[in-house]
């Protein structure tokens, strides 16, 4: 089992940065891939970014490409979500998964990922 606690959103203006944490607890943090993907109203949850158990390797939606970075510490089992240059569009509730049945790649389809957080809302003001 892996339990997964997001916190760090927040309200920020537009142009501004917030930065998301993933703390998990359970099974072995450095053997999975970890994702982070967000939901806003009315729409489908959608793939942000991911990072392999290593960190080597990483992919980012084209959207967010750029301006955010996901990275992980294994020591501290956890996975960050920096944002910058945030837009009114980057609002939504942004949750954090873990797959640990892929070997520790981590990719887009959020079907791939078994366990997921409760989600931590970040809302972009003009």
Do not use: H
Not at 14 to 25: D, H, P, Y
Not at 46 to 72: H, L, N, Q
């Amino acid at each position: 089992q892996v339990q997964l606690v997001e916190s760090g959103g927040g309200l920020v203006q537009a142009g501004g940065s917030l930065r998301l944490s993933c703390a998990a607890s359970g099974r072995i943090f450095s053997n999975y891939g970890m994702g982070w993907f967000r939901q806003a109203p009315g729409k489908e949850r959608e793939f942000v970014a991911a990072i392999s158990w290593s960190g080597s390797s990483t992919v980012y939606a084209d959207s967010v490409k750029g301006r955010f970075t996901i990275s992980r510490d294994n020591a501290k089992k956890s996975v960050y979500l920096q944002m910058n240059s945030l837009k009114l569009e980057d609002t939504a509730v942004y949750y954090c998964a873990a797959d640990t049945r892929s070997y520790g790649s981590a990719g887009t389809n959020r079907n791939t990922y078994n366990y997921w957080g409760q989600g931590t809302q970040v809302t972009v003001s003009s």
